[in-house]
């Protein structure tokens, strides 16, 4: 399974991005999927996640009412659309997939495919 993000970049504080994460399988009806970043110098964060039907989402208490996660299972493809991104919000997007949903609490641990990584850069 390999797992492709896209749509990362340099954007002004206040501004929008959004990312997208392909993957090269139909994992996106069986599996958790979610993003976690991680910034220079800090570990890994929680971001997002999205159980395989789509019905429950996890935020992390930083982009909660900023970020919205989706999934589209016909396409294989997630999103994560970022608002009022602030300077903090800098760091690399990772998409990641999990056999079990990965929180309560949040564990990214349990994330068993990764991603490259997009960069995302608020100035």
């Known amino acids: 399974v390999q797992l492709v993000e896209s749509g990362g970049g340099s954007v002004r504080a206040g501004g929008s991005l959004r990312l997208s994460c392909a993957s090269t399988?139909?994992?996106?009806?069986?599996?958790?999927m979610g993003w976690v970043r991680q910034a220079p110098g800090k570990e890994r964060e929680g971001v997002a996640a999205i159980s395989p039907a789509g019905g429950s989402k996890y935020y992390g208490p930083s982009v909660k009412d900023r970020f919205t996660i989706a999934l589209d299972n016909k396409q294989s493809i997630l999103t994560l659309q970022m608002w009022n991104l602030k300077p903090d919000d800098t760091a690399i997007y990772f998409c990641?997939?999990?056999?079990?949903?990965?929180?309560?609490?949040?564990?990214?641990?349990?994330?068993?495919?990764w991603g490259q990584g997009t960069q995302v850069t608020v100035s």
């Open positions: 399988g139909s994992i996106y009806g069986t599996l958790c």
């Open positions: 990641a997939s999990a056999p079990t949903s990965v929180w309560p609490p949040f564990d990214q641990k349990r994330f068993l495919y």
